[in-house]
């Protein structure tokens, strides 16, 4: 039996060489697609440093002019997977928070405290569906925020024949989601499919509460969550779902 990962490419390539690591057989169906957004770059604007809260911005960058003026600049990075992109991308000072938007707050108003907040604006690279306003969160702690929507992540809204028949023969003991929107793409895409009933019934491994609230008002009960919002966490979540048992 395998396990289902629903990640956007990239990263459900390098989810499921983990995971076959560990000895779980594993099928992809990335229920979100990436597609980057120009950035419309004014030379004479003046930044302070970047702020960045998922991988996916600094991926929509690559190539694009206006990274070569931001590498010099303070980056602030959601979580210690968006700081290696970041740093791979040529960053050299990435300040990292625990995970999660909230605590990349406190980092930055931490990290900038008695800094004149005049000097200029900090540059969020935002996709285009947030489930928090950070920018705005900030401005209230007295930053200027220029936010950019750098990329867009697109529902697919049908879920592969091979996934679907695989879902029906009884082939996938789990499904680990990574976020609230491809969580959501996913339930969608299972009744598109007329698999929802036998598509739920199964752990659904999901990398934080806010994620898990979608799987459960969908019908899901077998619901596993991260203990943090990380890979590792939710790897760990996985196999308290399946026990050791189950890896092959």
């Known amino acids: 039996m395998a396990l289902l990962v629903t990640r956007p490419q990239p990263d459900g390539d390098a989810t499921a060489k983990t995971l076959r690591?560990?000895?779980y057989e594993v099928l992809l169906a990335p229920m979100l697609r990436f597609e980057p957004v120009p950035f419309p770059d004014?030379?004479?604007?003046?930044?302070?440093g970047v702020i960045v809260t998922s991988a996916n911005a600094l991926r929509a960058l690559e190539g694009q002019p206006v990274l070569a003026r931001?590498?010099?600049l303070p980056l602030f990075a959601v979580g210690k997977h968006t700081a290696r992109k970041a740093q791979d991308a040529g960053f050299s000072n990435v300040i990292v928070a625990d995970g999660d938007a909230a605590k990349l707050r406190i980092k930055i108003r931490d990290s900038l405290r008695g800094t004149d907040k005049r000097a200029g604006a900090l540059?969020?690279?935002a996709g285009a569906d947030l489930s928090r306003d950070l920018?705005?969160?900030l401005r209230e702690d007295g930053f200027e925020v220029v936010m950019q929507t750098a990329y867009r992540m697109v529902p697919v809204p049908?879920?592969?024949a091979d996934i679907?028949?695989?879902f029906a023969a009884n082939g996938i003991e789990a499904v680990l989601h990574y976020s609230r929107r491809s969580a959501r793409a996913f339930v969608d895409a299972t009744r598109t499919s007329g698999i929802e009933i036998s598509a739920l019934a199964i752990p659904?491994?999901?990398l934080s509460e806010a994620v898990s609230e979608v799987v459960r008002e969908a019908g899901a009960n077998q619901v596993m969550v991260a203990r943090k919002p990380d890979e590792k966490a939710l790897l760990e979540a996985l196999d308290r779902a399946l026990g050791p048992a189950k890896v092959s």
């Open 123 to 125: 540059l969020y690279l």
């Open 204 to 206: 659904q491994c999901c």
């Open 21 to 23: 690591a560990k000895g």
């Open 164 to 166: 679907c028949d695989a």
């Open 42 to 48: 004014d030379p004479d604007a003046r930044y302070t």
């Open 135 to 137: 920018a705005g969160e």
């Open 70 to 72: 931001l590498l010099d």
């Open 158 to 160: 049908s879920l592969p």
